[in-house]
């Protein structure tokens, strides 16, 4: 082989090839090693895949013969750093084509915010060059990963084959200058609007008129810096696309694949403004069901207080208004919890009668009916988080000064020897506890496998099963509590204060109704129609429609309101 330096003697050839041999050894063992040979210590730079680094120093006296050798029998490539430091006028770090895979396109990011990064950061990771684009490269180079490229905008427009424009759309026309650099290359928009737009257009379109000649993608905006920095292990997977271009659109997808993430294609450009205003919308599913469950509470509370704690005071002048923190909160929750589980499935009944109604499956609901249906699962969690704090204010009663008192009165009345003992209101607190225990369970497992990551698990019969069967169920349990809370109060007198009717008896209501209206669809004539409609019959075509026998003793009557 030739070289420009003399021939080494055998002794530093040997020191040479042995000193090679284990840089070799030391990449084969995990380490993306770089030998640096110009430089005033000729250290050997390795790199853990895991981010470690060391920094092996080699003797005078060893460099001086490994540099003779390396550079002889090592190519001019390999011999080059990856990485090379900052130059003199601390400029932006290069970045070695050799960093990346062969025909993966240089990433270009216009802007140095956190949401730059972060993304930065995530791409690098994914084995992507990166070029970042600042007015002020110099100060903001510390900020991004060492691998990233820190340049002027101008310099990343025009390296990069695939552009994120990370700034803020206010600032969008401050880029015009780079549209002859960006015309033919992929843009991708990451920027949200202040507030919701239902007008438009969005930034996305605007970023599209002020850049013709360019491919515009709508994406990214849907995630958090901090998603992108954990990676998709720790924050939503799916990211919306959209764009007129389906080859932009196509390369921007393959990017998300390889950063970890699941592309939705949402179509064409005109879908940016529903994917800009969908972080900003504030639990737009559960406004209903919160808001429901609030007024509920305040109906309730209201009606216990005139009728436990106002109307003693007024009729008697006995003040118990230290029942309002507790005692009036505990009897509160269990009624809002059950009419919100009986919310969960009164839209199920009023679907399968409609159904029935019209004699097909094939007319659309009425709107209010629609919503309804798709907030069941937020109402059934609101029901369970009452039902949970009913329990909690129920362990915390015994722990009041008041039931102390209570029961200090009690012990003194059987001193006394008064016999308190009722075997019936014995038997009734044992049979309503037991009956709460089970509705409460039931409930949780309905809370439980409502969570996408449990509902993913099971198919759809079971699923149906567990919120449908299992659910009425747990509505029966929930109903029957409250029966024997009230036992036959409802029937005395005494109880209807300020001409009143105990609380119990408006909960039980809507419950009944519901329960009742389930038994009527579960009369088999009824329940076999029922399944004749879903199948597809129609009462206006007369026409033979039987129902296969498996199917029939597939599809009992737990399924006739499973809408």
Known sequence: MSCSVKEPSALSFSLGFIFCTHVEAWQGRGFGCCVILSGRNASVYSERRSGL????????????????????IMPDEMSRPLIRGRGEGGGSRHLEASMSEAGTPVIGILGTGDFSRSLARRLVASGYQVVVGS??????????PEEAEVT??????????LVFIAVFPEHHSTLLDLKPTLAGKTLVDVSNALRINQDGPSNAEQLADLFPESSV???????????????????SRQILLCSNSSKAKTSVMQLCRRMGFVPIDMGLLSSSLEIENLPLYLFPSWRIPVLCTLSLFIFFYTYNFLRDVLQPYVTARKSVFYKMPIETVNVTLPSV???????????GVCAAFLQLWSGTKYNRFPNWLDRWLTRRKQLGLCSFLCAVLHAIYSLCLPMRKSARFTLLSTFKQVKEGEDVWIDEEVWRMELYLSVGIMALGLLSLLAVTSLPSVANTVNWREFSFIQCTLGNCALTMATLHTLLF?????FDPAQYRFCLPPTFVLVLILPLTVLLGRLALCVPCVALRLRQIRRGWEKSRHIRFTLPDDDCRRNGPEDVSNV
């Open 217 to 235: 993608v709508k994406g990214f905006n849907t995630i958090s810096a901090w998603t992108l920095q954990m990676g998709p292990r720790d924050g």
């Open 135 to 144: 007015r002020n490269p110099k100060r903001c180079a510390a900020l991004f």
């Open 486 to 490: 009230g036992w036959n109060r409802a």
């Open 53 to 72: 680094r060391k920094y092996l120093k080699v003797p005078c006296w060893m460099k001086k013969q490994a540099s003779k050798v390396c550079q002889c």
């Open 337 to 347: 919890a059950l009419v919100m589980l009986a919310l969960v499935y009164l839209p």
């Open 152 to 161: 002027s905008q101008m310099e990343a427009a025009s390296q990069a084959d």
